[in-house]
């Protein structure tokens, strides 16, 4: 078998389960009155180079997006996102339930990225002071996109920045930030608050932690209102240090960063393996700038891939979702690769 449903599927990387041991010694204060929990304040600060900072540890990607979210916008208030964003399509309404019945509104662009010029148009038809009308309070970027593409740091800023213009927040759901980061190459702090983000869903479950994610606000009134809303939603954990450890330890030392490279290069090694394909119709739906791919592929390959136990999720009859992790081996590429390859082969001889 060879697995590439989800990054998700992985296991917990070997550092961060050795933090986590590391945390089990002896006892600590309960629900972030810990000296981990601090430590991993001072982390975030250092590795995001901003001195207030604010980190909140909670439990799965939803739970950040949502509380993130509900902290920024009011309940009467409109959450502007790409319309194939994971907040929109695939977490059943946790930011309109956590945000007091504030709604999503979709965007659209190429390549799963909002296109500036469109969230413009988006913002100038608001009938603002309307109470009839929700009003747009955040702008939520998804990066890298569900569609595995990333927005370079110039374009975070320049879409920030039109949302500023009308008085909305930019949040990032950066479930894959990792990714994102290590395949632009640049700083944490420039995709992020240096580029306008108020406000980060900071990832790590999916990249080698163990049910462990963080929300970074950069803005005081967002991390004020945190305080609270994690509370409620039942995100202050008794045994935070176990949390605090992880997501302190995945930020250590470019461990984050090194998984997250690792899994970009073996979706690069896969995309290469795939090019012989591309004679038999084989296509790419989309741009890869990190572990995500989406194929086009001859129905009966797809059986005969399945078949042969290569694991992965089946978006339509005709194309599949390939995803990589920090735990694919260059040989499970190898592998993926050439089953693809002979599935294909034997499906258009
Ligand atoms: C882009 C994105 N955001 C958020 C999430 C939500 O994470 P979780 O499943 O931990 O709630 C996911 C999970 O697949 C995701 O892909």
Redesign the pocket.
């Known amino acids: 078998m060879i697995e590439l449903r989800s990054d ?1 599927t992985a296991g917990v990387a070997p550092e961060i389960l050795a933090a986590v041991q590391a945390a089990n010694a002896g006892s600590a204060l309960a629900y972030g009155g810990d000296d981990l929990t601090a430590r991993l304040q001072e982390v975030v600060r250092t590795v995001f180079e901003h001195p207030t900072a604010r980190v909140f540890p909670v439990t ?3 739970a950040a ?1 949502a509380l993130a979210l509900s902290a920024a916008t009011p309940p009467w208030g409109a959450v502007l996102c790409h319309r194939s964003a ?1 907040i929109i399509t695939a ?1 059943g309404g946790a930011t309109s339930l956590f945000g007091g019945g504030a709604v999503m509104q979709g965007v659209d662009g190429a390549h799963a990225l909002i296109e500036p010029e469109l969230l413009r148009a988006a913002l100038e038809s608001v009938r603002w002071g309307d109470p009839h009308e929700s009003q747009p309070s955040v702008l939520s970027l ?1 990066l890298p996109s ?1 569609l595995g593409t990333a927005y370079r740091p110039d374009q975070v800023a320049e879409l920030s920045a039109t949302a500023r213009e009308f008085g909305l927040r930019t949040h990032v ?1 950066g ?2 930030v990792a990714n994102a980061v290590a395949a632009l190459g640049c700083s944490p702090a420039d995709l992020t608050w240096r580029a306008g983000v108020d406000v980060l869903s900071l990832g790590a ?1 999916k990249n080698g932690a163990l049910s462990a ?1 963080a929300i970074v606000a950069f803005d005081d009134r967002i991390a004020d209102e945190l305080v609270y809303r994690t509370k409620r939603a039942g995100h202050v954990t008794s045994k935070m240090r176990f949390q605090s450890a992880q997501v302190a330890a995945y930020l250590t030392d470019g461990l984050w960063l090194r998984l997250a490279a690792h899994a970009n290069m073996r979706m690069a090694e896969l995309v290469a393996g795939l090019q012989p394909l591309a004679s038999y119709g084989v296509r790419l739906q989309e741009r890869v700038d990190v572990n995500l791919a989406f194929v086009e592929l001859p129905e009966r390959a797809i059986e005969a891939a399945l078949e042969a136990g290569l694991l992965c999720y089946r978006m339509s009859p005709t194309s599949v979702r390939l995803v990589t992790s920090w735990q694919t081996t260059p040989e499970d590429v190898v592998v993926a690769a050439a089953v693809l390859r002979e599935a294909v082969s034997a499906a258009t001889r």
């Open positions: 998700n799965s990607g939803t997006n994971h977490e998804t569900d759901d479930a894959r479950t994610e």
